[in-house]
């Protein structure tokens, strides 16, 4: 098997390059995410996964692709439901391309480990893309090792982001940390539920939500 393993930032690789070598699959990893932003934060998982890779000896192309004015304008007008409508089929459709075009049988991602991503979407998309490029897709659940993975990756000194990559992410886990950290100074757990309900209720000081984390917060309902 000749896989090439999409790869959006070096913690989440951790667990993904050990369990693929478990099972004697050495992986090649691709970066290719326009999605991140802004730069420093590009260049920083970038530079990371550099830099890892070096140390685990598995070969890494890159696909540098910087793309905060592309992303804003595809996701202008879809900003609760850019995840599934642009940046994960952007990202996804062009590691089959590559792997297409460059002798690799099967293709995997990263995107898998994580257990903030919408896993089931992705492995649906990433069988529809197997099927449309006639390039194999590798599903594993490697969510299974969410905390091992996080944990070795801490212990390596890797760079560990704090949002997804989109700048509306950022907002998104920014603006619901405050709201974690007010309600905590109020002696209410941060708990979905509480946070849906404070939300509802429009209490929460000086803070305008997102969209997108009331949509999700609501998803969870
Ligand atoms: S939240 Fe993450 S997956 Fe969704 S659009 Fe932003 S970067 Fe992409």
């Keep these: 098997m000749k896989l090439l393993l999409h790869t959006c930032c070096a913690p989440c690789s951790v667990y993904c390059i050990k369990t693929l070598r478990a099972e004697k699959i050495e992986p090649t990893l691709y970066w290719y995410n326009p999605n991140i932003h802004p730069y420093t934060e590009y260049k920083a998982r970038r530079n990371c996964l550099v830099e890892y890779a070096k140390t685990k000896k598995v070969e890494l192309i890159l696909e540098d692709a910087y793309g905060l004015d592309e992303f804003c304008k595809n996701v202008a007008d879809k900003i609760t439901t850019r995840c599934r409508d642009y940046c994960y089929p952007k990202r996804l459709r062009q590691v089959f391309q590559y792997a297409k075009e460059h002798g690799f049988d099967t293709v995997s991602t990263t995107l898998l480990y994580s257990i903030y991503q919408q896993h089931d979407y992705i492995a649906e998309l990433m069988d529809k893309l197997a099927e449309e490029f006639g390039v194999a897709f590798l599903y594993r659940d490697f969510r299974e090792g969410w905390q091992e993975g996080q944990d070795e990756a801490r212990a390596a000194g890797l760079y560990m982001q704090k949002y997804c990559g989109c700048v509306f992410s950022e907002e998104e886990s920014m603006i619901g940390r405050e709201i974690g950290?007010?309600?905590?100074?109020?002696?209410?757990?941060?708990?979905?539920?509480?946070?849906r309900s404070i939300i509802e209720a429009e209490k929460i000081d000086g803070l305008v939500v997102p969209g997108a984390l009331k949509k999700s917060l609501s998803r969870e309902a």
């Design 181 to 195: 950290r007010k309600m905590l100074a109020k002696g209410v757990s941060p708990t979905n539920a509480n946070v």
